[in-house]
T-cell receptor
Framework: AQKITQTQPGMFVQEKEAVTLDCTYDTSDQSYGLFWYKQPSSGEMIFLIYQGSYDEQNATEGRYSLNFQKARKSANLVISASQLGDSAMYFCAMREGRGGTSYGKLTFGQGTILTVHP | KAGVTQTPRYLIKTRGQQVTLSCSPISGHRSVSWYQQTPGQGLQFLFEYFSETQRNKGNFPGRFSGRQFSNSRSEMNVSTLELGDSALYLC?????????????FGSGTQLSVL
């Protein structure tokens, strides 16, 4: 079974508008972490935002916020005021467990290609 | 502070050869993880090294191996290359000590096997 599901292969948004990228996850662990990364055409994976399973507040980093709904097992990324430079592939990822042997192991979704139109 | 550095950026090899990729983590980071990215399989975890020891391994054949040096730099080796090994290989570094810490990635090495 897919542990991370991103159901939107591609998304389009007008510059300056907000966009939500969907991510659902599956885990039996109580402690886990959720990440969003951006991958431009250059290939580098750029860290955007992190949410821990015990964090009560939704994470925010500048124009990025994570809409964390634990009961629904969803961790959607919201980008406010989209910019042309936001056009890229976006990946949702999960780290399971309390670290331990899982520190560097992330499970990734298939990604969503975001295109920002002027 | 310098980011994660991967060398070389591009590599072309032929089937049956072996290849070594290098990753220098962010200063102070002791954990280095390696990932393979292909259009068909997406991003898959290869292995993680921490303090020169492999502490986590993905589901890849033994042709894929790695090591970490005392300065935390890591190398990944693929022996007897196959066409299917063509991929972007990404490494990520982190402090390695806490569950909530972030992983920072390099720009990757694009490997083409002919």
């Amino acid at each position: 079974a897919q542990k991370i599901t991103q159901t939107q292969p591609g998304m389009f948004v007008q510059e300056k508008e907000a966009v939500t990228l969907d991510c659902t996850y599956d885990t039996s662990d109580q402690s886990y972490g959720l990440f969003w990364y951006k991958q431009p055409s250059s290939g580098e994976m750029i860290f955007l935002i992190y949410q821990g399973s015990y964090d009560e507040q939704n994470a925010t980093e500048g124009r990025y916020s994570l809409n964390f709904q634990k009961a629904r097992k969803s961790a959607n990324l919201v980008i406010s005021a989209s910019q042309l430079g936001d056009s890229a592939m976006y990946f949702c990822a999960m780290r399971e467990g309390r670290g331990g042997t899982s520190y560097g192991k992330l499970t990734f979704g298939q990604g969503t290609i975001l295109t920002v139109h002027p | 502070k310098a980011g994660v550095t991967q060398t070389p950026r591009y590599l072309i090899k032929t089937r049956g050869q072996q290849v070594t990729l290098s990753c220098s983590p962010i200063s102070g980071h002791r954990s280095v993880s390696w990932y393979q990215q292909t259009p068909g399989q997406g991003l898959q975890f290869l292995f993680e090294y921490f303090s020169e020891t492999q502490r986590n391994k993905g589901n890849f054949p033994g042709r894929f191996s790695g090591r970490q040096f005392s300065n935390s730099r890591s190398e990944m080796n693929v022996s007897t290359l196959e066409l299917g090994d063509s991929a972007l290989y990404l490494c990520a570094s982190s402090l390695g000590g806490q569950a909530g810490e972030k992983l920072f990635f390099g720009s990757g090495t694009q490997l083409s096997v002919l």
